[in-house]
């Protein structure tokens, strides 16, 4: 499996991005996928995430009511609409897969066996 993420910018405090995370080589709905973010000199943290089969979808709390993860099955590909951006969610995001993610570990980049490459974001105040 293949990720492409794509997407990321430089916008202002308050402005929307969305980015996408392509997939080639399987079928993503077979996937539980998250996206990543590591801002400079922080850890990688988990943001958002969305498992298989049904789709259901977690959020970290600094992005809940902000941010919507999605799957396009049709497009094989999973996006992160992010909305009223802030300085604070300046960093490089990347997205990750996994086929055997269990529902409890969607947030532990550990489990994840695949990742793209990443696309930066920054939200300048």
């Known amino acids: 499996v293949q990720l492409q993420a794509s997407g990321g910018g430089l916008v202002q405090a308050g402005d929307s991005l969305r980015l996408s995370c392509a997939t080639s080589g399987d079928l993503l709905r077979r996937y539980g996928t998250a996206w990543f973010r590591q801002a400079p000199g922080k850890e990688r943290e988990f943001v958002a995430g969305?498992?298989?089969?049904?789709?259901?979808?977690y959020y970290a709390d600094s992005v809940k009511g902000r941010f919507t993860v999605s799957r396009d099955n049709a497009k094989n590909t999973v996006y992160l609409q992010m909305n009223s951006l802030k300085p604070e969610d300046t960093a490089i995001y990347y997205c990750?897969?996994?086929?055997?993610?269990?529902?409890?570990?969607?947030?532990?980049?550990?489990?994840?066996?695949?990742w793209g490459q990443g696309t930066q974001v920054t939200v300048s105040s």
């Open positions: 969305i498992f298989r089969s049904g789709g259901s979808t």
């Open positions: 990750a897969a996994d086929r055997n993610i269990i529902l409890s570990a969607l947030t532990d980049e550990e489990q994840y066996d695949y």
